[in-house]
Antibody, heavy 119, light 109 residues
Framework: QVQLVQSGAEVKKPGASVKVSCKGSGFRVTDYIVQWVRQAPGQRPEWMGWIFDGSGDAVISQEFQGRVTITRDTSANTVYMEVSSLRPEDTAVYYCARERHGDAWFDPWGQGTLVTVSS | SALPQPASVSASPGQSITISCTGTSSDIGASNYVSWYQQHPGKAPKIIIY???NRPSGVSSRFSGSKSGNTASLTISGLQPEDEADYYCTSHIPNSPYLFGTGTSVTVL
């Protein structure tokens, strides 16, 4: 069964960093693009960036450049997304999702990871 | 920036509804990569339409997509109670960010 399994909820203080993991099951993360999307409470999804299938290079949305890093561990078949300098407005559910290269649609999605930023 | 969608649409079971997603000649108008996602409360989005009008395997034929100029549309025919959810469009141009719509809440009366 093809699925993405994400790490559990996190509570962080402003200024801290958070690293969310996304483990592929039933496929190799090196064969697909892995996307990251976040969704603040009651808001629309917001695209954050992706990591390429072959090279492992990451593309980060301009809005998050300098604060977001996307990496992967091929031996663990896992992709990681780290956000630094957290602010209360970063409170959101963070999703990873799979994209077959060039298709521009995401399926499946991980179950989501709630990150709460609060002092 | 986000692609404008109507905030809410409601209809009775069995009726049809159409949700619009309005873009510009630089995004939807120039893209063959328009997708639609369905999201139930507390769940991850689920793909229902990709490439403007294609349905993934397992998605009901009651869902259909189209595009005219700078506007994409999602039509749900024969509305059913389980269709009550939020719907988001997305548009993508290669080497550009993915844009999501503002979202439409569908209520089945």
């Amino acid at each position: 069964q093809v699925q993405l399994v994400q790490s559990g909820a996190e509570v962080k203080k402003p200024g801290a960093s958070v690293k969310v993991s996304c483990k592929g099951s039933g496929f190799r993360v090196t064969d697909y693009i892995v996307q990251w999307v976040r969704q603040a409470p009651g808001q629309r999804p917001e695209w954050m960036g992706w990591i390429f299938d072959g090279s492992g290079d990451a593309v980060i949305s301009q809005e998050f450049q300098g604060r977001v890093t996307i990496t992967r561990d091929t031996s663990a078949n896992t992709v990681y997304m780290e956000v630094s300098s957290l602010r209360p407005e970063d409170t959101a559910v963070y999703y990873c999702a799979r994209e077959r290269h060039g298709d521009a649609w995401f399926d499946p999605w991980g179950q989501g990871t709630l990150v709460t930023v609060s002092s | 920036s986000a692609l404008p969608q109507p905030a809410s649409v409601s209809a009775s079971p069995g009726q049809s509804i159409t949700i619009s997603c309005t873009g510009t000649s630089s995004d939807i108008g120039a893209s063959n990569y328009v997708s639609w996602y369905q999201q139930h409360p507390g769940k991850a989005p689920k793909i229902i339409i990709y490439g403007v009008s294609n349905r993934p395997s397992g998605v009901s034929s009651r869902f259909s997509g189209s595009k005219s100029g700078n506007t994409a549309s999602l039509t749900i025919s024969g509305l059913q109670p389980e269709d009550e959810a939020d719907y988001y469009c997305t548009s993508h141009i290669p080497n550009s960010p993915y844009l999501f719509g503002t979202g439409t809440s569908v209520t089945v009366l």
